[in-house]
C-alpha cells in the first residue's frame, strides 16, 4: 500500500510561472505531511509541514502547500518559479502512531526553463 | 551551525567487500536516520535511533547491513559484505527528538559496488 504518490515525475515550467506539484495520501487517520526538496548531489531539504490547523501552511522561498482531507492531497505551489528552484520534490508522510518513520513519494523533477 | 555531516561523499567497492559510511547529527539532535535512495525504489529507511537505542531497523535490510550509535555525535552504516544492488546513495538524517520535527539531511553518501 503506498501511503504517498506523486502523481508527475516531471514537470516543466519557464522562469516566473507559477507552479504545482501534486501530492496525494491516502490514510485515514492522523497525519503529518511535509515536502523536501533536493538539488542535485545534494541531500533533502526541509520546506514546509502540516499537522493540524490552517490547511495552508507557508515555507521557505515563497513556497506553500495545502491540505485536504477530502481530496487526500497536499499540493506544493509557488507563485513565480526561479531557476534555482528545479530540483526534485518529494512529499512525505507520517501517520500515527508511528510518527517516527517518513513515507516518501517517489518525486517529482521540477525543471525551471529561462 | 553545523549541519549533518556525511562521510565519505563517494564510495566504490568490490563485490565482496565491507564498506562503513560515517555519519555525524546535527549537535544536540536525540534522533539519528539512515535512508537509501534509488532511482527505482525511491527513499528507504534503513534505521532510526534515538538516544543511541536503535529503534528501526527496516526489516528487508538486516542481513548485510548494520548501523550503529557508538555516541551521541557519531553513527556509522556497515554493510557486509557488499553487493552490486547495494549501489546507491545512502541519507543520513537527524532530528530534535519530538515525533513531528523536521528531519535535517546530509549531503549523502554516493556508492557503487562493482
Known amino acids: 500500500t503506498q501511503t504517498v504518490s506523486q502523481s508527475d515525475a516531471h514537470v516543466t515550467v519557464f522562469e516566473g510561472d507559477s507552479v504545482e506539484l501534486r501530492c496525494n495520501y491516502s490514510?485515514?487517520?492522523?497525519?503529518?505531511l511535509s515536502w523536501y526538496i533536493q538539488h542535485h548531489g545534494r541531500g533533502l531539504q526541509f520546506l514546509l509541514k502540516?499537522?493540524?490547523?490552517?490547511?495552508v501552511v507557508q515555507g521557505v522561498n515563497g513556497f506553500e502547500a495545502e491540505f485536504s482531507k477530502s481530496d487526500s492531497s497536499f499540493h506544493l505551489r509557488k507563485a513565480s518559479v526561479h531557476w534555482s528552484d528545479s530540483a526534485v520534490y518529494f512529499c512525505?508522510?507520517?501517520?500515527?502512531?508511528?510518527?517516527?518513520?517518513?513515507?516518501f513519494g517517489s518525486g517529482t523533477k521540477l525543471t525551471v526553463e529561462p | 551551525d553545523a549541519g549533518v555531516t556525511q562521510t565519505p561523499r563517494h564510495e566504490v567497492a568490490e563485490k565482496g567487500q565491507t564498506i562503513i559510511l560515517k555519519c555525524e547529527p546535527v549537535?544536540?539532535?536525540?534522533?539519528l536516520f539512515w535512508y537509501r535512495q534509488t532511482k527505482i525504489q525511491g527513499l528507504e529507511l534503513l534505521s532510526y535511533?534515538?538516544?543511541?537505542?536503535?529503534?528501526?531497523d527496516g526489516g528487508a535490510f538486516k542481513d548485510r547491513f548494520k548501523a550503529e550509535m557508538l555516541n551521541s555525535s557519531f553513527s556509522t552504516l556497515k554493510i557486509q559484505p557488499t553487493e552490486p544492488k547495494d549501489s546507491a546513495v545512502y541519507l543520513c538524517?537527524?532530528?530534535?527528538?519530538?515525533?513531528?520535527?523536521?528531519?535535517?539531511f546530509g549531503p549523502g553518501t554516493r556508492l557503487l559496488v562493482l
Open positions: 535511533f534515538r538516544s543511541k537505542s536503535l529503534m528501526e
Open positions: 490514510y485515514g487517520g492522523s497525519i503529518y
Open positions: 549537535s544536540g539532535h536525540n534522533d
Open positions: 512525505a508522510a507520517s501517520i500515527w502512531p508511528n510518527y517516527n518513520v517518513l513515507y
Open positions: 502540516y499537522y493540524s490547523g490552517n490547511p
Open positions: 538524517a537527524s532530528r530534535l527528538g519530538a515525533n513531528q520535527d523536521t528531519q535535517y
